[in-house]
């Protein structure tokens, strides 16, 4: 859940910042690339047809990014929020700039008034977002062994009851992986939900390729743990078999 927040609290940032400038440019067009108050009156009008064109894509790109996130948070699909963090606004710009570029090639060059600053604002929030993504998901594996349930922290954490648990093992590698169904995958680190080979269906959350625990459930879930030293997984699985 606490994640979940995070994401949330980033992605509604990210909305209010492109608001702001799209707010922005419909008070200021004459600060933004190619616009220019002086001029014929037709031109003039031109450009602002364009200045709206810009802030329409703006809105329409933030909107899907708003409406998207939203839904890949519900989901907890990672990859899915990173790309609409990271795409719709920047594509939305770019596709207004070589609009206007292709109608205007006969023409000098302007100067770039704002378009510098304001596409690298949505780049660095865009970097930003996939920075978190990668720094959330690539740490270690962080769990607490409860009184009375195991709990693991992080991206796509859980809680699995020692009562449930029917099987526990310690292996030196992970089952064949066919697809990702629902999870993460970067370097060593896999978090979420996998299918292997066989089409079983197992959670990962591995940050490297020695060492896991694997659990079974009464219900038929599979979990596999593992942190970044083999030693850290081992003190994890000794803790576990201590509550069984």
């Not at 962080?142 to 009851?161: A, F, H, P, Q, R």
């Not at 020695?210 to 009464?218: A, N």
Request: aromatic share 10%; with cysteine; hydrophobic share 45%.
């Amino acid at each position: 859940m606490s994640n979940n927040i995070f994401y949330l609290a980033f992605l509604f940032l990210v909305v209010a910042t492109n608001f702001v400038i799209v707010f922005f440019i419909r008070k200021h067009p004459e600060k933004i690339s190619i616009f220019k108050v002086e001029g014929p009156e037709n031109e003039i009008i031109d450009k602002t047809k364009w200045a709206n064109l810009l802030c329409r894509m703006m809105v329409i790109g933030n909107f899907i990014t708003l409406i998207g996130g939203i839904v890949a948070v519900c989901l907890e699909n990672i990859l899915m929020f990173s790309l609409l963090i990271s795409f719709p606004v920047p594509v939305g710009i770019v596709y207004v700039y070589i609009k206007k570029n292709r109608s205007n090639k006969t023409r000098g060059s302007n100067k770039n008034g704002l378009i510098v600053p304001i596409v690298s604002i949505c780049v660095i929030l865009e970097l930003f977002g996939l920075l978190a993504v990668t720094c959330q998901a690539t740490g270690n594996l962080e769990v607490v062994t409860n009184k009375d349930e195991l709990v693991i922290k992080g991206l796509y954490g859980t809680n699995i009851s020692y009562r449930n648990i029917k099987e526990i093992e310690l292996k030196s590698n992970l089952p064949d992986i066919k697809s990702r169904s629902n999870g993460f995958a970067a370097g060593y680190t896999r978090l979420g939900n996998f299918i292997t080979q066989d089409d079983s269906h197992i959670m990962l959350f591995t940050y490297s390729d020695s060492c896991f625990i694997r659990i079974v459930t009464k219900t038929d879930e599979i979990y596999y743990l593992g942190c970044q030293e083999s030693d850290e997984t081992v003190k994890i699985f000794n803790e576990i078999k201590k509550h069984l």
